[in-house]
């Protein structure tokens, strides 16, 4: 389905400033301490981001003065916390362009997003014999519960091959869609290699063959514009901590008509219209799968960071991240002895790296001398390091606080670790 | 530089470069496979034990400056043990590495030279990774050793 016309005016591109990195900066308070009395230098983003003054003030603010708990008491702070709670949903939905409110669902993070739909979804699909379709490119929280829910059902999961730049092989996973295939479900941008995916169109041939969607979109949603409906996905999952939000709060959108047919994910207060002990009637969407009390801070505190990347715009976020990546890995690959994993032609955000001879793990520990965060290891993706042949990679990941300056400090870093290992 | 330079001495550098003993025993008794889930870091053991002592020892696998030179190291070390003296040196290395051990107490020799991994608490898993898959081969535990 294409997005009408309606779509297209109330999120098409809307004008706006350049990024103003300075400012940007004064925001996020942690960026100016020292680590081992350097600089920070925090390149770890796609771990999670740091959070704007704005973010934090929420949290701070929920608890001084609103805390209570939601949907249950008639007093004030209720009502006020509920109102507040609801507001992060309606931003949620308005930010990456879902039809309704309902179709928000809050869980704990994109890992948790994506257990609920195959614990759920998944489960009543899947028979003997049927299969799901991932990509080699998947986060293990992309993978693994798809395992679960396959050796429960009997079911088969398969794998789109990617090649050597780290780009999925298209014409071999439209041949993976086949008539047992009940699920696709794939990353909208690689944490480990940065490769943005070509979702629209994975989408479209897996739609022609009546098979839903699922997009892991928690490296994605942090560095471009989302749009679910113009993406026409079944399911899209993401995390607050991944957007300059907190930890414990991320988002599951589905198509309300999904939702509605699912079962509960898990049973318990705020899910429920009434329970008697022979039978409970379920609450409406998205309340059916919100049982018990959740990160109420944490979800008001998105609905701060998603206002401050609207104010910012996502347009202008993507540009300044993407000519900093180019400027990143064009740095990087001037480092003697350098090799970049995941070359694709369009990626976001991440720069995974290997110097010859020297371990990730030692790059890393020295790096963090300098006062320079990466991650280093397999990234929670351990099948795509096997394809590459590597056991782990250093991976420099973006954000939009990031600096040139960073970029070469990262790269004097890499000079120092071949000083070491000389 | 100069805490790095403690880290990473030369030892420890030229047994990352040149590790000793890397290669596969075929007359091994006693096997056992390491491997670190944070880092990725794997470690193949073999020894062989006669008459309660390891006369041979050596390994294979991949890992970052401080597990491989800590492999290589300890197979040096090691050789001509038995299984309760390799064990003993095990803790007073461990002791070592992290910091419950004061260097040049512990009559540990070349391997004095893990005392810099004291001040990185991540990387004592490196520094003790080929010793628990030691213990492991010794104890003729079939499961993989995990430092998680």
């Not at chain 2, 006693?30 to 050596?58: M, Q």
């Not at chain 2, 038995?82 to 004061?102: C, I, N, P, S």
Request: proline share 4%.
């Amino acid at each position: 389905m294409m997005p009408t016309g309606e779509t297209l005016r109330s999120t098409g591109p809307v004008h706006s400033p350049e990024l103003d990195v300075a400012r940007v900066r004064a925001d996020f308070p942690i960026l100016s301490r020292t680590v081992h009395g350097k600089p920070l230098v925090y390149l770890d983003n796609a771990a999670t981001t740091q959070k704007p003054q704005c973010v934090i003030d929420a949290l701070v603010r929920f608890y001084t003065e609103d805390c209570s708990n939601i949907h249950r008491g008639v007093h004030e702070l209720s009502e006020r916390a509920t109102a507040a709670y609801e507001q992060t949903r309606s931003r949620i939905r308005r930010f990456i362009n879902a039809a309704e409110e309902r179709e928000i669902v809050f869980v704990r993070g994109a890992t948790e997003a994506i257990n609920l739909v195959a614990q759920t979804f998944g489960r009543m699909r899947l028979a003997a014999g049927d299969e799901v379709v991932i990509s080699a490119l998947e986060h293990h929280s992309n993978i693994v519960p798809w395992q679960l829910v396959c050796a429960e059902r009997g079911a088969r999961l398969r794998v789109a091959p990617i090649d050597e730049r780290g780009e999925i092989l298209i014409d071999e996973l439209e041949k993976l869609l086949g008539p047992r295939t009940r699920m696709l479900a794939v990353s909208h941008v690689s944490n480990a290699l940065g490769t943005v995916n070509p979702v629209a169109r994975i989408v479209e041939l897996a739609r022609r063959r009546g098979i839903p969607v699922l997009v892991d979109g928690a490296q994605a949603v942090p560095h471009m514009k989302i749009d679910v409906r113009a993406l026409d996905c079944d399911f899209y999952a993401f995390s607050g901590h991944k957007m300059y939000g907190p930890t414990g709060i991320g988002v599951l959108y589905g198509k309300a008509r999904h939702l509605e047919d699912m079962p509960p994910y898990q049973g318990g207060g705020d899910m429920i219209a009434s329970v008697t002990f022979e039978r409970t009637e379920f609450a409406k969407l998205p309340h059916k799968f919100e049982a018990g009390t959740p990160s109420i801070a944490a979800g008001i505190a998105l609905g701060a960071a998603v206002d401050y990347l609207e104010k910012l715009g996502m347009d202008a976020v993507a540009r300044y991240e993407n000519e900093l990546l180019r400027y990143a890995t064009e740095a990087l690959a001037s480092v003697p002895g350098l090799r970049i994993i995941g070359t694709a032609a369009h990626k976001a955000g991440v720069v995974s790296f290997v110097l010859d001879g020297i371990h990730p793990h030692d790059i890393g520990t020295i790096l963090d001398q300098e006062g320079v965060a990466v991650r280093t290891g397999h990234h929670c993706a351990q099948p795509v390091m096997d394809f590459f042949g590597v056991p782990a990679t250093a991976r420099a990941s973006l954000a939009l606080y990031n600096t040139r300056a960073e970029i070469d400090a990262l790269v004097a870093g890499l000079r120092k670790v071949a000083e070491v290992f000389r | 530089m100069s805490e790095l330079r403690e880290l990473y001495q030369q030892v420890i550098l030229d047994h990352h470069k040149r590790p000793r003993n890397y290669r596969k025993l075929p007359g091994a008794n006693r096997t056992a496979l390491g491997h670190n889930p944070l880092c990725g870091d794997k470690i193949r053991l073999y020894a062989l034990v006669e008459d309660g002592r390891i006369s041979d020892i050596a390994f294979e696998g991949s890992g970052c400056a401080i597990s491989t030179a800590s492999a290589s190291m300890m197979t040096e070390s090691v050789k001509g043990k038995t299984a309760a003296e390799a064990e003993a040196l095990f803790e007073r290395f461990h002791d070592l590495v992290t910091g419950r051990r004061e260097a040049g107490g512990a009559d540990l020799g070349k391997l004095e030279a893990f005392a810099g991994v004291k001040e990185y608490p991540v990387r004592v898993k490196c520094a003790t990774l080929a010793w628990h898959t030691l213990l492991a081969a010794l104890r003729g535990d079939q499961d993989t050793v995990a430092t998680e």
